[in-house]
Structure formats: C-alpha cells, structure tokens
C-alpha cells in the first residue's frame, strides 16, 4: 500500500484518489485539494450558485444600462450589490471566527434567495422603481457580505493547510469559469426570458450551495479565549495588518488595486456600448464577459497547475506589470474582434496575481485570525471595487470610459514596483527577532 507524501488519508480520501488515478496527488496542487470530497461537494454547490450570480450580474448591469442609459445608475447598481462588503465583512469575518459556519452560510445563502426573487418580482412587474432595485440587490449584497468570510474561512478545515494553495486555486477557478458559463447562459436567456425570468434562475440555484453545504461536516470554529472577546474583537484583523509588515503591504496593494484598477469591471456594458459599438442585450455582450472570465479561469488555475511550483510572490508583480499593459491595449480599441482575445488576457494576468497574493497571505496567517484578516481581504477586493465605481462613473460622463481604463493602467504599473512582498516578509521577521518574546496576537 503507498503511503501519501502530505498525510494520512481519510478512507473516503484515499477512495477518491485512487478513483482519479494510480498516483497520489501532489501535495498543494489543485487535484491534491480536489480529492478531498467534502471541499469537492461544496465545491460543486458553489459553482452552481456562482453560475446563477453572473447570470444575474451581467444581466443587471444591462438592464440597468438599458432602462436608464446612465453610467452613474450602473455604478450604483454596483454599488449596491458590492458596498456592503466594505462595511459588513468585517462583522461576518468576527461571525465566522466564533459562530457555526454552516449557519452562517446557510442564512446567508437564503437571505440572497430571497432578494434575487424580489428582484425578479419587481421586474416582472413592468416598470420597475430604481430605488425598490437598488435595495433589492443592496439586500443581496448584504447577504454576499456576510457569507463569504465564512466560506474563506472554511476552505483550510476542508481540504488541510499543505493544500491550501490548491484549494484557493480552485476557489478561484469556478468563480471565473461561472464568468464564462454565467454570462454566456446569461446572453441566451435574457433576450428569451428577460431579466425577471434570469433573476429566477438564479434565485433556484441559491438552493444548490444550501443543499451541498448541509450535506458535509464543516468542523466546529476553534474559538480563541486567551484574547479580547465580543465586539473588541472587531479590531484583530487590523491589528494583526499593523504588526505584520507582510498582511500590510497585502492589503494595501489589494485595496488600491481594487479601488483603481477594476472599475472597468462593473463598467463592461459602458465599454462595450461606447467604445466597441456593442449592443449590451446582444449575445456578443455576453462573449465579451465569458472571454474575460475564461482569461480570468485560466490565471486562478494556473496557480494550482502548471504555476504550482512557481514562487507566488513573483507572479504577483509579473501579473500587474502584464496587466497595466494588457488594460492600456484595452482602453484604445474601437473595434470587438481584437477586444476578446484582449479582455482575455486582462482576466488572465488579473487573477493569476490575485490568486497568488491571496496564497500567500493565506499561507501565512494563524488560524486564530484568518477569518477576521480574510474579512478585511474581502473587505478590500470586494467592498472597494463600489467606491471606485462611484467616482469612475462621473469622470466616464465628464470625460470618457477610456479615461477609466488608462488611469486604471498607470496604477498598476504602480503596483508593479510596490508590491515587494519579499521586501515586507523580511521586515516582519527582523521586527519579531527585536522583540523577545512576542506577544501572540488575538
């Protein structure tokens, strides 16, 4: 009987993995993670979900476009569905240090049902009021905020710390093929069913992630009793970025990444109106968001596959130096056919650095803290991207969406040259030889 390099397996483990092969799997990599099932049906159920979120995504932010031709509706749109990540994902990163984490995903999975089929009513209904769809998708919003800390916080119970890498490889992997699979079925059914009927479909598949969720033991929070309790513990996350130069220079990249760079994101229907003369209800739309989500599919992957043995911290900076360039290309094309193959590209060097700077801080962190750090890692890839919308949507009126997209470059180049995280660990590991001995922080 071989012996597994990594650990001792589970029997369902070691079932699963010789199911996919005479090999075991290498530790780390994206299979590694892959064969432990109950990451694999949680895994499953959230890809579903995330296929309805595009669908829906892509959608709204047409409809939007459509029932207003305002650039700034659309920000607000955004606004509403990623703002309270800014603001609630530092409570659902407390919750997910010290409460079940099924309950919280559970509730919080349900609360999104209901506010995607609110949505749909109000479309269906003709007419619909804009500030009755911004609440409805601030309702939704408010429900992503509080469920993902949870979710990233389970993910090294699931598959074990030596496979993490894999795991966040993967993570990010459906989230980016459902960019692909989300917004193509979305490109199809809208001009079918219109956006009532896709807000269905998306409220039925909040129903796939509650069901696969219920279906695995996710291990009890190992709550940390030696530190500040309640709501003083609200600040941990923070605290541990103000002591660890590592976590700082993370998030700080992460944050000004996300409040400068992706606006062109949630200003795809913008682009693709005004500079690539797409009509946003045309299924070419949706190719323009599945070519970005494969490029995106392809970086998170690469992480777990065949850049597994590559040093994270230099993909990181490779990835924003590509991307500025990739986004400058982007910003000056007038024409859809070469806009594919680039926005591609862009979505490839995007997540491949995103992923890797998420390994990296993931691999770093105690498991005292993780939920409440990921909470500000949200906080900053999630919660920031609304702000930068909001201020995107007015210069992109006043001036143009090109503008967006060209300050969108220099800031990562910018990135390129900051993001010395080698640089930062070693300033961490000199900071705690001066101080003896140190306090663990909670």
Known sequence: MRRRPFRNPTPEEGQDALLEGDQPPAPGTARAAFAVRDFRVVWTGSFLSNIGTWMQNVTLGAFAYELTRSPSFVSLIVFAQLGPMLLLSVVGGLLADTVDRRKIIVTAQAGQLVGSVALAALVLGGDPSRAALLGCVLLIGIGNALNAPAWVATMPDLVGRENLAGAISLNSM??????????????????????????????????????????????????????????????????????????????LVLVTFSLLCLPFIGQMPTIAAVNLGMDTESLAYGLLYASFGLGAVTGAMSIGTFLSG????????????????????FAFLRAPAPAYPVVALVGFTYFGAVTALNTVLQSHLPEGVRGRVMALWLMGFGGTVPLGLLVAGPIAEATSITVVLVYGAVVAFALFLFADLDGARARGEARVRAITPARPIS
């Open 174 to 251: 459906q989230i980016n093929a459902t960019r692909v699979v989300g917004p193509a079925i979305g490109g199809v059914l809208y001009p079918l069913v219109g956006a009532g009927g896709v807000f269905l479909v998306n409220a039925a598949t909040y129903v796939a992630a509650i069901g696969t969720v219920l279906a695995v033991r996710i291990p009890a929070v190992k709550r940390d009793t030696t530190g500040p309790q309640g709501w003083r513990r609200l600040a941990g996350g923070f605290q541990v970025a103000r002591r660890d130069p590592l976590v700082g220079r993370i998030l």
């Open 310 to 329: 590559a040093r994270k911290e230099s993909i990181v900076r490779l990835g924003f130096a590509g991307f500025a360039g990739l986004l400058l290309v």
